[in-house]
């Protein structure tokens, strides 16, 4: 028990100023070593309340104060704060602040999970390596020959990334190295994208946002909409420098031809800026040409349970004969879900935009309430009833951005016959002038790592077909 205790102590010597084994960024303050005064359980009691502590647990524990060599085996789980290593058999050294693992060892992190082996960290520098990794860095399922620590960001060598968890993926981009910033962007360097066995295109350089609802994928969708014809549909992003990139949606219409949206994000510390000219399609079948658009977007704000969010954009609109430019300020306030039982959950938001169009000198100011209840009465069934309200002071010049209806009650359900097929029903009701607006039918039919979605579209006589891959 004695040794069990030195161990202990003499591990959180060693561990204690580290940051996380994936290099998450800390305080030069925070990250001074810390100087004990002795073995005690009252010192390291004492450190851990200041700074994050690393606890190591093993079934045979043993360290050497005259070399500082430190040896963990059997079941061996290492933590500090949200991360944790589990391995069989660990050497280290509290001098040198290393840590060696020969066989297999795995990182947990939220959101990471990377298994490998001959695993080498240097607690001090937050540098090391691991060889033969897979491994799962939020929804991309990695793996690489050599995966290298840095603050901040991991490197994996002669690597693959999907998000397809088969053992045998249906798509994947293989890449000679793959920069990742774990919940940040991930950047590929002379990267091949796979459908199969075949390459279906390559790019020398390609950057992907891994942000949680951001993520886009590299693979083509393609579809078929009454409207539109056939149609198929493919997102590029080039890194130029470090907070600079450009980017493509390449999206070709049998009937329209070749509709592209092109241009440039910044993304600064708090805000991003999209400088892009596009041909849009919304809802209704209602296109709009922006030449170009400028907009700024501030990072979300969180004050308690509120995020507050704000976007301002300017650009120049064209809607058949209707050209001017148009100036966009939104703000908007949303409360994080209410869990009103176990299966019900309430969301609730407002906000307040203006619009002035250039085209006749107009203005458009809207205030908005939106409160949803979705309920989930076990893992096949989902249903949701929303309401809107809109209350504008103007009407928009374009028929794209223009509100029909100040009040609009949505609502659904989506239910999993089997784990291949799914089947819901959408409805959108104008509570203004009592009516049906649209009414949708889905088929869903799960394709391995792809999905299919067939709906017909009731009100509008519409069949629209979507094939992408599967959102995990």
Known sequence: MRIKKLMVCASVLMLVSSASMVGQAADKENNETA?????????VVAKSETKAPIVIEADNLSFSEETGDVFAEGNVVVKQHTDTLLTDIMHGNNKTTEVWIDGKATLQQPGTELVGTGTHYNYTTRLGNMHDVTGLVGKEHISSNNLEFYPGKLVAHDSTATKCPAIVPDYHMSADKIEIWPGEKMIAYNAKFWIGKTVIY???????????????????????????????SQHLEYPIANRLTAFADLDYYSKHGLEPAFGFISKQKGYSLKLYQSSEENGDDEWIKKEPELLFTLDPIRVGKVVGSFSASNGKWKENNVSGWRQDYNLYFSRDPIQLSKVVTLNVGTGFEKVHYGYDDSSNNIWRLNAGITAKPNDR??????????KQSGTSVYNYDRIDNDRELYTGFMYKVDKMNS?????????????????????????????ADITYREKRSQVNVKISTVAW
């Open 35 to 43: 100087k004990p005064k002795g073995d005690s359980q009252k010192n």
């Open 202 to 232: 390559s790019m020398p350089k390609y950057q992907t946002s891994i942000q949680p609802g951001e993520e886009k994928s590299a693979f083509p969708r393609i579809g078929y909409h009454s409207g539109d014809g056939l149609y198929i």
């Open 381 to 390: 069934l989902e249903t949701w009833v929303t309401y809107a309200y809109n």
């Open 423 to 451: 089947v819901g029903v959408k409805m959108d009701y104008d509570l203004d002038h009592s009516k049906v607006e649209d009414l949708d039918y889905t088929w869903r039919r799960n394709l391995h790592c792809w999905e």
